[in-house]
C-alpha cells in the first residue's frame, strides 16, 4: 500500500515500535540496539556538513549580487523570531509558574549499557564551520565570478541530493526507532513523566502559538498562503521529535518545503538549510520557561524582569550559533544560565535533564517554523525583483 511506504508512516511505525521494544528488551539485545542508533547517528552526523555546504553555497553562486542582502535578512528574521518567541514565554513564565506545583525530584534512571564497538565517523568540519565555510565560499565565488568554482558546487549539490535521497531518507527510521527504544528502555518515558507532562503541555502549546504567529504574519506580509506551506511539513516535524535534531531533519525539511507552491525554489535551498542553523524558536521558547521553572523549584523565585529580558536578548544572539544536534540550544547558553542567571551546578544539571526530556518538540517547532520565514524571505526576493537563478 502507497501510505505504508510513505516516509511519515514509517517514522511513526519507528516511534511505537521504539517505545514498544524499549519496555521488554532485556539489557543484552538493547547493547546491539545502542550500538545501532549510534552507528546510524554517526552516519547522518557525518552527512550534516555536507548537506549544508551542498544547498548553500551553490544558493548563494545562483543568487549572485543578492545573496549578501538575503543573508542579512534572513539572519535578521531569525533572530526576531527567535527573541519574541522568548519574550513571549517569559510573559508566560511570570503569568503561570507562581500559581504551579512543580516536583524537582524526577527520579532516576536505568543506565543504557555501553555501544558493543566503537565506530566514530567525524565530521570533515564542524556544523557550525560548515556553514560559515557555505556562507564565504558562495560571496567569494560571486564577488571574483568564479564560474568554474559555481559549476562544481552546484555539481556537489547533486551528489549531496543522491546521498541524502538514497542514504539518509532511508535509514532515518531505523535511527528514530533506536532513539526512542533507548528512550523508553531508560524509563525516560515512564519515571519522568510527571516533570514530563507538567511542563510539556504548557511548552507544546506555546510551540503551536508561535507556529500561527509565524504562519500568520508570513501570510499577511507574502499575501500567499502559510497554511499551503505548513501542510507539508508533517514528515519534517516527525522527523524532528524522532531525530532531536535541525541538522539531522535537514534532509527532509529540504523535501517538505520544495514540495510547496508558494516557496521559491532557489529560497528553499538557501534558506532551509541556513534557517536550519540559526533559527531556533521553539528552543529558545521552551529554554525561557524552563529556566523560570528551575529557578522557582530550587531558589524558591523566579529571576527579576530585568535579569530576563537581557537572559531573553542574549540567547537570540547564542541561539544562532547553537549547533543544530540535541540539547544545542541549551549546551550554548550554559555560560548565559550561570552567568546571568546564577544556576548553581544543582541548577545546571537539572535544566539539562527536563530541558533533554522535551528537545525533540522544540526541534520539531524550530523546523517547521524555517517554512514560515523562507515564505517570507520567498516574499522579500519578488519584491526587490530578485529573480530565481539569476547571477546579476
Known sequence: MKIVKSLPFRLLAGIVIGILLGLVLPRSVMVVIVTIKYILGQLISFCVPLIIIGFIAPSITRLGSNATRLLSVAILIAYVSSVLAACMSMCAGFLLIPHMTIASDAGELRALPEVAFQLDIPQIMP??????????????????????????????QMMVLVIVERIIIPILPFFIASTFCCLSWEGSITKQLPIFLLVIVIVLAGHFIWLAVLYGSASLYSHRSGIEVLSHYG????????TMSSAATLAVALQCAHKSKNLRSDMVDFGIPLFANIHLCGSVLTEVFFVMTVSKVLYGHLP????????????GVFAIGAPGVPGGTVMASLGLITGILGFDENGTALMLAIFALQDSFGTACNVTGDGALTLILTSYADRKHIKEGSME
Do not use: C, N, R
Not at 235 to 242: D, F, H, M, R, S
Not at 304 to 315: C, D, N, Q, S
Open 304 to 315: 527579576a524582569p530585568g535579569t530576563m529580558i537581557l537572559f531573553v536578548i542574549l540567547l
Open 235 to 242: 514528515p519534517a516535524y516527525l522527523t524532528a521529535v524522532g
Open 127 to 156: 556544523v557550525m564551520s560548515a556553514l560559515v565555510f557555505s556562507i564565504l565560499a558562495g560571496v567569494a565565488a560571486v564577488w571574483t565570478k568564479a564560474s568554474t568554482v559555481s559549476d562544481v558546487l552546484q555539481e556537489f
